[in-house]
């Protein structure tokens, strides 16, 4: 059974926290979440017991270290439902997302063909495809987005059409938290030939992937959304398309062979996308930090912070002097405004109570336009968060006004 107060043991901030007398309330999850010990062991375990490369070495440290990253592979395939060989480790859900970006786009768009995408898309998402379209000579469009910014499967179908070669849309929004209905989005894509690339860096921690049932082409997500260290991420791939691309940059580990003429044959994927050393650390990393997710299973993680964003929602609603921009999304996600009161000055307030939000354009300046704003505060769940933590933003945001921010920051 789920007991958030043991869970906050497992954080060594948290555990840090709850001992001290200054508050420190963390709702910026979005932007990254905190790391539990076994994390934070796993990291520390492969310096000090082996601190050696992988796939290189003919000795016992080598081979064992080796086993242990493709074993986190493997884990990793499990909790999306993948297959092994279609798991590439990268950088980050940013370094994926261009990885195919330029291995895809460049080898197969043509000119006049169709990227579409939404208004809402992050700036690692969408901006690696203006890049493609502006040197093939392909265009840009969005699927119009509801009032209050989500994607439906209407205005999906309408914006479908014969010359939209690839799709690339976020499973949900990291602004407004509106989780994307991706498998029906995919199905209707394929019956017009285009492949889906989705960014899951908002989702992947938070809902069990399933990329076989859902179909999708490409996804891309990184460890420090989801518990693990920062420095890497995942690309799945289906493994024909892997096999049809080109890595975009190449080294040692990506080659069988190479000769001085310039021939080179490229390993099978995944391994044709790893060149050079790679985090180790942090994909072992990354291992611990599934089995962390998996060891509270799902339910209780979408259940945990369902209720908390119902009860925040549900009293942020009676303030007048508040904006909701998103008071119908379904994820941990709340993103407002407190009216007349510039967003990073209300973050700083907010940071004066200890609380820790994510003030700005959240790296998805297009969707200001739709939302008619400059910026906004996001607060992001997470389940180790507290009714109490909810209660007390509640409460510095019932009091908020534009005279003690003022006060504060002059």
């Known amino acids: ?14 555990k840090k926290a709850g001992e001290s007398s200054k508050p420190l309330i963390y709702l910026d999850n979005a932007a990254t979440t905190l790391k539990p010990q076994s994390v934070i062991d796993a990291v520390t375990r492969y310096y000090t017991d082996y601190s050696v490369n992988i796939h290189r070495g003919d000795y016992d440290l080598s081979y064992q270290v080796s086993d242990y990253y493709e074993k986190t592979r493997k884990t990793v395939a499990s909790f999306i439902q993948a297959d092994v060989n279609e798991v590439v480790f990268t950088a980050g859900a940013s370094a994926s997302l261009n990885l195919v970006a330029y291995g895809y786009g460049e080898k197969y768009i043509q000119e006049n063909d169709v990227i579409l995408s939404t208004e809402s898309e992050h700036a690692s998402s969408i901006l690696p495809w203006f890049r493609v379209a502006s040197q093939k000579k392909a265009s840009i469009e969005y699927v119009p987005l509801t009032e209050d910014g989500q994607i439906t499967i209407e205005n999906f179908k309408h914006a479908m059409h014969a010359k939209v070669k690839v799709v690339v ?8 938290g509106y989780v994307v209905p991706i498998k029906e989005l995919t199905e209707i894509a394929h019956s017009f030939g285009a492949i889906v690339i989705v960014d899951g860096a908002q989702s992947v921690p938070h809902i069990q992937t399933r990329v076989k049932d859902w179909d999708i082409d490409f996804l891309a997500f990184s460890a420090h959304k989801m518990y693990g260290p920062t420095g890497v991420g995942v690309l799945y791939g289906k493994y024909q398309l892997l096999d049809s691309i080109e890595p975009y940059y190449l080294g040692g580990g990506s080659n069988a062979r190479f000769d001085r003429c310039g021939n080179i044959t490229l390993k099978n994927p995944p391994y044709k996308f790893e060149a050079g050393t790679p985090a180790i650390e942090a994909v072992l990393g990354l291992k611990a930090a599934i089995e962390y997710i998996e060891s509270i299973g799902f339910d209780a993680i979408e259940k945990v912070e369902h209720e908390l964003r119902t009860y925040l929602i549900n009293h942020l609603k009676e303030f007048k002097h508040i904006k909701l921009y998103n008071p119908d999304a379904t994820s941990g996600i709340v993103t407002l405004n407190a009216i007349g009161i510039p967003s990073q ?17 959240h790296c998805a300046k297009i969707l200001l336009d ?12 997470s389940f180790y968060n507290t009714k109490e933590e909810c209660d007390a933003i509640i409460e510095a945001l019932r009091e908020i006004t534009l005279e003690k921010c003022i006060d504060l920051i002059f």
């Open 1 to 14: 059974m789920f007991e958030v107060n043991k869970v906050r043991q497992d954080f060594p901030l948290l």
């Open 169 to 176: 849309i976020a499973h949900i929004s990291n602004v407004l």
């Open 345 to 361: 000055d209300a973050a700083i307030y907010l940071n004066s109570k200890g609380i820790m939000v994510r003030a700005g354009n």
């Open 370 to 381: 739709v939302l008619k704003t400059p910026d906004t505060i996001r607060i992001s769940l």
